[in-house]
């Protein structure tokens, strides 16, 4: 079954940086679209990033752009957001999924990873 | 950039149909898709492509999308539907993914 585990996620002061881990199971990583996908404390759904299954198409939300990057490593089954210049804003439980080979949506989330980032 | 609207909270008795609504720009336009999200949990995909159930999501769930409203109907609505429901739509103008600000289901 599809399995999507998040990791690194923590308490980093503003300016610091962070970088997320999804480790991927059950399926071939290598023909999926990934995405990371954020919810802050109480608050709704905000899409951060994708990544297609190459590599070679990535988006980001005007939010995070220049500051956040994502990649993947096929061989790993691994796909990674490095998170650079954070602000308390970007405290939020980071999700990462499994995306469909348009990059239209995502069927499979992991269970997320809390990112706080505080004084 | 796309704005997508839901209402904020929606009740139902057991047993009865829950529709909620997602507003935007000329969505019919658009595909939508439908996360059902539980207290503590991650989401859960129900409705893609406005209208297709992925497996393992019960008949009672259908969508449909027209105009400026999508809607995601559950039909013999159950104590466990009650979640959080978001709508979720590609968009090609600023961030190409933009989703609702998602809608409480109240099982009465």
């Known amino acids: 079954q599809v399995q999507l585990v998040e990791s690194g996620g923590g308490l980093v002061k503003p300016g610091g940086s962070l970088r997320l881990s999804c480790a991927a199971s059950?399926?071939?990583?290598?023909?999926?679209?990934m995405s990371w996908i954020r919810q802050a404390p109480g608050k709704g759904l905000e899409w951060v990033s994708y990544i297609s299954s190459s590599g070679s198409t990535i988006y980001y939300a005007d939010s995070v752009k220049g500051r956040f990057t994502i990649s993947r490593d096929n061989a790993k089954n691994s796909l990674y957001l490095q998170m650079n210049s954070l602000r308390a804003e970007d405290t939020a439980v980071y999700y990462c999924?499994?995306?469909?080979?348009?990059?239209?949506?995502?069927?499979?989330w992991g269970q997320g990873t809390l990112v706080t980032v505080s004084s | 950039s796309y704005v997508l609207t839901q209402p904020p909270s929606v009740s139902v008795a057991p047993g009865k149909t829950a529709r909620i609504t997602c507003g935007g720009n000329?969505?019919?336009?658009?595909?939508v898709h439908w996360y059902q999200q539980k207290p503590g949990q991650a989401p859960v995909l129900v409705i893609y492509y406005d209208s297709d159930r992925p497996s393992g999501i019960p008949e009672r769930f259908s969508g449909s999308n027209s105009g400026n409203t999508a809607t995601l109907t559950i039909s013999r609505v159950e104590a466990g539907d009650e979640a959080d429901y978001y709508c979720q739509v590609w968009d090609s103008s600023s961030d190409p993914w933009v989703f609702g600000g998602g809608t409480k289901l109240t099982v009465l």
């Open positions: 000329n969505i019919g336009s658009k595909s």
């Open positions: 059950g399926f071939t990583f290598s023909d999926y679209y």
């Open positions: 999924a499994r995306t469909d080979s348009s990059g239209w949506y995502s069927d499979y």
